[in-house]
């Protein structure tokens, strides 16, 4: 599965359907339940999944809130390590980032703690909003999200890294919606606040050539 462009579009219609949605990059340790968060948010319904190599790629639409009928462009890239240092590649210049966490795994919360800590310290990330699925509370010994916002350090980062904690069950969608309208929330004070900035001006052009480069590799 996965976004596509058109044989009959040209690269103007389509990179105009790239630029105009919130770039959302969804990343997080392999197994926590990236694609199938993905897959509920795009279609509603629960979709099995095999282990993304490489990444997903969907234009979702909000359905609740203030995010209601705004279009999101999530990238959902591979977990394993071996594809870990490709989210840099993914991550940069992006509106938000989605970092799902399987809450019933407490033996790899230092793992997770880790590279989402790796994430939030890259210089091209620097400011931009988190989400934090704390994912699988349907099963037992899920932790809460005080839990998760604890142990992977989110409490110390500080007042300038905006960040939210949403318990979710991505196969019945539970929370899923409710996050993504705390994400849309999150990259409206951050662009109120880097308006007009030649930092944010920057931004702009780097992100409208990201897509171009993307478009032109699929």
């Excluded at 979702?60 to 390590?81: C, E, H, N």
């Excluded at 071996?82 to 809450?103: A, E, H, N």
Aim: charged share 25%; glycine share 10%.
């Amino acid at each position: 599965m996965g976004g596509t462009v058109g044989k009959g579009r040209s690269i103007l219609d389509a990179l105009s359907s790239l630029t105009t949605p919130l770039h959302i990059v969804m990343i997080g340790l392999d197994s926590a339940g990236k694609t199938t968060a993905l897959y509920r948010l795009k279609f509603d319904q629960y979709l099995n999944s095999v282990p993304t190599i490489g990444f997903n790629c969907e234009n979702v639409k909000g359905t609740t809130g203030k995010s209601k009928g705004i279009s999101f462009l999530v990238w959902d890239v591979g977990g394993q390590d071996k594809l870990r240092p490709l989210w840099r590649s993914y991550t940069r210049c992006t509106d938000g980032i989605v970092f799902v966490v399987d809450s019933a795994d407490t033996e790899r919360m230092d793992e997770a703690k880790m590279e989402l800590r790796r994430t939030i310290n890259s210089q091209e990330n620097n400011g931009a909003p988190i989400l934090v699925l704390a994912n699988k509370q349907d099963l037992a010994g899920a932790k809460n999200a005080a839990y998760i916002e604890k142990h992977l350090g989110l409490d110390r980062m500080g007042p300038h890294q905006m960040y939210k904690v949403q318990p979710t069950c991505a196969i019945m969608g539970e929370g899923l919606e409710e996050g993504l309208e705390a994400l849309y929330d999150m990259t409206l004070k951050r662009k109120k606040a880097f308006k007009g900035t030649p930092r944010a001006k920057k931004r702009r052009r780097e992100s409208t050539l990201h897509n171009i480069k993307e478009l032109v590799l699929r």
